[in-house]
């Protein structure tokens, strides 16, 4: 018996990117689109073109640079401009569709529409009928599904069956439900909305209980052939459904659940790796699949100890994910093309100019390391060669601290331009940097966030630092990498600020009230 496809809906680029303090530049959307549609997705949400200038633009451009999956954007579904915005980015896409929504929830209504259900229904079938003005590929999501009353959730899933959506969206928006009551919905979707045979069925799940996942199993046992799901499981508050833990399930546990993906398994642990480089979120070492420690485990049992051979502990071959346990490390004297050789294995493709800047700072990290490995490879990219626009650059720092001196820092930026130097001192080294950059630049964020990691082992491994900057209601994430720890603190605190100013500049598509946002379509 064939096995039954399930559809991978990659929504990585705009629910994934919800992580507090998360800022993306055009330039970093793009790589990471380019390295999802390698991995094999069926369907890749490109973003929210109606949010912002910036998100039209970046979203435009993953458009006009990536092929293959069908590509889909977010609209509300009551304003036309974003329905406009999306439309716009999507109109030269060989393979796409519109992805609209309604509150299901009667705390979701009444907080955000302050409409009955009467209202929200013809709310839906509006939505979903302007957006068949510009395609019949439309997907139609109940948000706060498992919160809401069952039987209105029938009725709206009817709704959108009769409007002509083409694919069905239940949403465990806050992670709220149980795979029992997962399953029990399903059942009784499948068993009371008619004419669901050309549907596809989907399901959007939240971790906030930690059940992202097998809720999302629970729904595939009972019919459901879509599941949103991020890379890393990453999103706003606890995060969505894990992409690599899904897949991997699936794959290892075919004769339970008889389904299959399109993922290629061998791009899973790259581009897993890829995701968090780029933004700066950690896979924790314990983490199924791709964590650090996934892996590892002793080779010889206690109450076994005659034992020799490999214990049977590996569910998953590792060599099957692109983890190398032993892989070919570059030598000091590579060449530009072994080193592109080198990021094309890694998943990075550059180009010629990249290439270049790659090289450089490669050779430098090669003099000051004993081994460069494949993942200090990959941080020196994201550090030199993704960085966001930046109004401050880090020219020079100086520390000086002891257990019985005062800890100062000197630090050197580039200010619009203009060159800056100060001192300042501080509770250790690291503070006092954090400090003077303040006197510099005339800021002061608060720091919200402040985690260091090894990249690799040794001692002259590179440090990478991740900084949480917050100023009013914005929040940032920085990241730097350096073999000092003080001078990767400075680099992503600078990081931070340019990020904040990145954001800063990008001006709403749609100009318009948060009244308007929920006015109906007309």
Known sequence: MDARKVLIFDTTLRDGEKVPGLVLSLNEKVRIAKQIVKLGVDVLEVGFPGASEGEFEAAKEIVATVSGPKLVCLARP????DFEAAWKVL?????KGLHTFVPASDAYREHFLKKNREEVLKIGEEAIGYAKKYTDDVEFSLVDTWRADPAYVVNLGQMAVDSGATSINFADTVGYATPREVADLVDRINAEVKGLDNITLSIHCHNDLGLAVANSLAAIEKGVNQVHCTVNGIGERAGNTALEE???????RKDLYGCETSVDLGEIYPTCRMISQITGVLIPPGKPIVGANAF???TVVPQVADVKEKPPYEVIDPDELGIKKEPELLKKDATKEELGEKLAELGLSLNPEELDRAYEAFKELAERKETVFDEDIES???????????????LYLSVSAGSISVPNATVQMEVDGQIIQDAAFGRGPVDATFKTIQKIVKRKPKLTRYLVNAITAGTDALGEVVVGLQEDDL?????????????ASAKAFVNGLNKMELYRKAPPVSEFTEEEVFAPIL
Do not use: F, Q
């Open 475 to 487: 929040i940032v994430m920085g990241r730097g990498i350096d073999s000092d720890v003080v001078m």
């Open 296 to 298: 590892i485990y002793e």
């Open 380 to 394: 020196l990219v994201v550090e030199e060669v993704l960085k966001v626009p930046a109004r401050y650059k880090l």
């Open 78 to 81: 009551t304003s036309k401009k």
């Open 246 to 252: 899904i897949v991997m399930i699936l794959e290892t």
């Open 91 to 95: 109109e030269k896409a060989d393979n």
